[in-house]
Structure formats: structure tokens, C-alpha cells
């Protein structure tokens, strides 16, 4: 996973001139007078991407645009999202070509929205994601805990998983030396590492942590 947060141009829409922004980025704070105002506010990158393996899929990753947004990944739809407080992913594979490829994302800010002030724009991290075929969905590992009959807990993990038609294994496994991991409380808040594997063949083809 890789950070896309620089060379990034910024230009909100009907206006003529493209100016150079590092994400994270918050176009409403800049007249702090007028806190209200609607708009459409457009970012593009321009980007030469690294060869790419054979069946390697690529996803744009973004945590969080206020509010309404849509990409477009060389003049094609990518895909929108409706929800300016939640993480969101579009893979953009089918719409990359040879040389130099150009992201645009529209975001569109209508006003009142929210009890609190928002702000306006890509206003979190994005990354640019280079999956293998077979790969866990983002956002796809599920964990909670469950009290049996007899009283005792259990850990109960989903996973979903993009296969591309090829068989597989999970593997799950809660650190690296907890014997007898515990609830998490108020009085004794252990945390743990989750680590999940996705095989194919025998062979580890991605790891979430």
C-alpha cells in the first residue's frame, strides 16, 4: 500500500486555473467567514504507474472526502461514494493504460449537512493498493467475540475474499506468544494483533494485519 497524497492539483469547478495541493486537503477552511458555501471542488493526478504483475490488481484507496465524490481514471467512471465520514475503495485496473495515466475526483459540498463543522474535500490519506488476483476484500476481516454455554468465550473471525476462481485457505492467527489471551475491559484493556494470511497453492498471496 502505497501513500498518493502528492501531486495533486486542485481547482474548484467553473474556475480556469489548476493549483498544486498535498493531501490531505480542506478547501472550505480557506474563508473562514463563509463556512456554508456549496460547491463542486475537482482534484486530478497525473501519474506514471510501475509495472504491474500479471493479474495484479490496482484499487484507489481513500479515508475519508467530504462529502458527495466521484472518480473518473482517464476519462472513465471509477466509481462515487455517498458517505463523506467512512473509508472507501474504487479499483481502477481496467481503466489504467501504458504511460501516463490521470486521476480526477469531483466533490460535491452542499450545505447544511452537519451538526458539526466538516470541511470539504479529500480531507484524509489516500493510497494507491497493488493487490495479487486472489486477495482479501478491503475492509473484508470481520472479529467478535462470543459467550459459549458453558461460559467460556470464543473468538469468531469472517473474512472476505476475492479468489479470481482459484482455491485457497485462510489462516488466522492472535499474536506471536499470547498464551491466553483475555477480554479486553476497563480494568485489564489487552489488545492483540490479528494477523490474517490468504494462501493459494501453498503459497501466501496477501497478509492483513
Known sequence: MEKFNCGWEFMMEGAVDWQPVTLPHDWLIKDARNLYKDGVGCYRKKFLPDEF???????????????????????????EWKNGYTAFSHEI???????????????????????WYSGAGIYRDCWLVRKNAAHFKQD??????????GGTWRVEIDAEVESAGQEYEVRH????????????????????????????????????V
Open 53 to 79: 504483475k500479471n493479474g495484479e490488481r490496482i484499487f484507489l484507496r481513500f479515508d475519508g472526502v467530504y462529502q458527495d465524490s466521484c472518480v473518473y481514471v482517464n476519462g472513465a467512471k471509477a466509481g
Open 93 to 115: 485496473t481496467e481503466f489504467l493504460k501504458a504511460g501516463e495515466n490521470e486521476i480526477l475526483m469531483k466533490v460535491n459540498y452542499e450545505s447544511p449537512n452537519t451538526r
Open 140 to 149: 473484508g476481516i470481520y472479529v467478535s467475540t462470543r459467550k459459549s454455554d
Open 173 to 208: 492467527s492472535i499474536g506471536t506468544e499470547v498464551e491466553n489471551p483475555r477480554l479486553w475491559d476497563i480494568e485489564s484493556p489487552e489488545l492483540y494483533e490479528l494477523t490474517s494470511e490468504l494462501t493459494v497453492s501453498g503459497q501466501v498471496v496477501d497478509t492483513v
